[in-house]
């Protein structure tokens, strides 16, 4: 964002010598008019799909700065490109919000993902229930259970320790705040095994807890809900 001609250049270098279509994913000007050139600057090098996190390089906290859902809409509607928003994705009344009001083909999550990865398959965590605008019920899933699949795909795919001990950290806050001794004894471990973790959810298990992720019980987005309007089948996205 600092020296646009780079980016631009960066851009066309990609189209022209890449066999995959390259996509671009910017934060918002201060300046409205300033964020439209930019958009419009990156489909004219070669850009075929643009996300937009509406909020700028400034405000990094999601909770205090709320992501600019007019601000999406007013790029989506200065490029012809397909265009993702990002940022005020909690739940999926959020995707429909945004959808509605943006006019994108879809959207991305980033923090709420980290503690919630069921939130496209229509899960929210307790504290997002009250914002519901239908009835949540147990969804007979819980972030204990999100976590043991984690592992077992990490046990599969290796990743950095560091990123999997994060993402514990992330999913199991709540559970860690009921039982903080639990946590202390994860932050002891210099070096992080497999046993070590599962041992450690059927103990959180055996002192009773349990945080449920709630279901709506009304029926939830699909694609065929959009497909029409689109002209395409969109995508929920999740960002790492």
Not at 52 to 68: L, P, Q, Y
Request: hydrophobic share 40%.
């Amino acid at each position: 964002m600092d020296n646009l001609p780079v980016v631009k250049s960066l851009v066309e270098k990609l189209a022209e010598n890449l066999q995959v279509p390259v996509s671009c994913k910017i934060r918002l000007f201060h300046n409205l008019e300033d964020t439209l050139k930019y958009a419009r600057m990156l489909e004219e090098a070669g850009c075929m799909l643009l996300a937009v996190h509406g909020r700028t390089r400034d405000e990094k906290d999601g909770k205090k700065f709320r992501a600019d859902w007019k601000a999406i809409r007013a790029v989506k509607n200065a490029v012809r490109i397909p265009v993702l928003a990002n940022g005020n994705i909690r739940h999926m009344d959020d995707v429909r919000d945004c959808l509605e009001e943006t006019e994108v083909e879809g959207v991305l999550s980033a923090e709420t993902l980290l503690e919630n990865p069921a939130l496209f398959a229509g899960f929210r965590t307790a504290e997002w229930v009250s914002e519901s605008e239908g009835t949540n019920v147990d969804g007979k899933l819980d972030q204990a259970d999100l976590l043991i699949e984690y592992l077992k795909l990490c046990e599969k795919y290796p990743v950095p320790w560091r990123m999997i001990r994060s993402h514990v950290h992330k999913l199991l806050g709540d559970w860690f705040s009921l039982q903080p001794h639990i946590r202390e004894e994860l932050n002891k471990q210099s070096k992080l095994t497999f046993e070590f973790l599962y041992d450690m959810v059927d103990r959180l298990r055996d002192t009773g807890t349990r945080i449920p992720l709630y279901k709506e019980t009304r029926v939830e987005l699909t694609s065929d809900s959009y497909s029409d309007r689109l002209g395409c089948t969109p995508t929920f996205e999740a960002q790492s």
